[in-house]
């Protein structure tokens, strides 16, 4: 199911601790096309795919990188789970239709 607001809120198994403050939750906004151009010049950079996503993420939850690399993996699963449900399932669909087949 798509996520038909404009964000999504996600309240974490573990908080993270961060410049002395206690983050439990993250507000995800929905990705906007800048999003795809900034991850496309990243991937250009030699960014890993995972720090990719997590700065994308942290760029989408209005948070620091540094907070998302101290999220347990339970909660970064969260975030991935978000930002997929952003999307409807034909767009999805449509986007494995133009993955090369191996």
Same mark, same amino acid.
């Given at each position: 199911m798509a996520i038909k607001n404009l964000n999504a809120v996600l309240k974490l198994?573990?908080?993270? %601790?961060?410049?002395g403050s206690t983050i439990s939750e #993250?507000?995800?906004?929905?990705?906007?096309?800048?999003?795809?151009i900034r991850k496309a010049q990243r991937i250009k950079s030699g960014l890993?795919?995972?720090?990719?996503q997590t700065q994308m993420f942290? %760029?989408?939850c209005?948070?620091?990188?540094?907070? #998302?690399?101290k999220t347990d993996l339970t909660d970064q699963q969260k975030l991935v789970e978000a930002y997929e449900?952003?999307?409807p399932k034909q767009v999805k669909d449509a986007a494995a239709s133009q993955t090369p087949q191996a």
């Open positions: 198994d573990f908080p993270v %601790d961060h410049n #993250l507000t995800m906004r929905r990705p906007i096309t800048n999003d795809e890993t795919d995972q720090e990719v942290a %760029d989408m209005g948070v620091e990188f540094e907070v #998302l690399c449900a952003f999307f």
